[in-house]
């Protein structure tokens, strides 16, 4: 089985500052993959950043990084620069056994403060 | 348009009322899937299909059926709503091997 823990519900930050948000995983499975989605208060489900477990480098994409500690099973997800837009609930997500299946934490509700 | 589209958007229903969530995309993806959001709880998988032949049962099936009509096409239905159905349907597909989930925009289902 896999899981996924977000221990934040919810988190503050400065507009222009960084931000980790955090997100610890469990499988038993040697190849699996982690990802990150933002949800805006639209409700749509927007995807930001994909780790693979083989991958030896930190997945970036422009503003998201995702700091991957295999040993500590962590797959957080570090902002740069924050902006009133990134205001938005954030899921960190799973995949194992063969890739069939999508395994979502709790969330963690992120807001922006000018 | 959008690549994966969920009918209805929103739904007001009464308990032991039947009600279907209709899927369809147009994507070409072979494995679709729906979820349903709770505050607090996070995406819970209920079923997901990987062709119009198979049919899985995910975490939180119990009081749900689905359809695959087509390889675009995949239906959940509450045979009886209850009120603890009440919540944010999402609809998803993806590319076999990947994991990565394309969502459709929710369907936002409440039972009285």
């Known amino acids: 089985a896999q899981k996924i823990t977000q221990t934040q519900p919810g988190m503050f930050v400065q507009e222009k500052e960084a931000v980790t948000l955090d997100c610890t995983y469990d499988?038993?499975?040697?190849?699996?993959?982690l990802f990150w989605y933002k949800q805006p208060s639209s409700g749509e489900m927007i995807f930001l950043i994909y780790?693979?477990?083989?991958?030896?480098q930190n997945a970036t994409e422009g503003r998201y990084s995702l700091n991957f500690q295999k040993a500590r099973k962590s797959a957080n997800l570090v902002i740069s620069a924050s902006q009133l837009g990134d205001s938005a609930m954030y899921f960190c997500a799973m995949t194992a056994g063969g890739y069939q299946k999508v395994t979502f934490g709790t969330g963690t509700k992120l807001q922006v403060i000018p | 348009d959008a690549d994966v589209t969920q009918t209805p958007r929103n739904r007001i229903t009464k308990t032991g009322k039947r009600i279907m969530l209709e899927c369809s995309q147009t994507k070409g993806h072979d494995r679709m899937y729906w979820y349903r959001q709770d505050p607090g709880l996070g995406l819970r998988l209920i079923y997901y299909s990987f062709d119009v032949k198979d049919i899985n049962k995910g975490e939180i099936s119990d009081g749900y059926s689905v359809s695959r009509q087509a390889q675009a096409k995949f239906s959940l239905s509450l045979e009886s709503a209850i009120p603890n159905q009440t919540a944010l349907y999402f609809c998803a597909t993806s590319i076999t091997g990947t994991g990565e989930l394309f969502f459709g925009e929710g369907s936002r289902l409440t039972v009285l």
């Open positions: 780790q693979g477990s083989y991958d030896e």
């Open positions: 499988t038993s499975d040697q190849s699996y993959g």
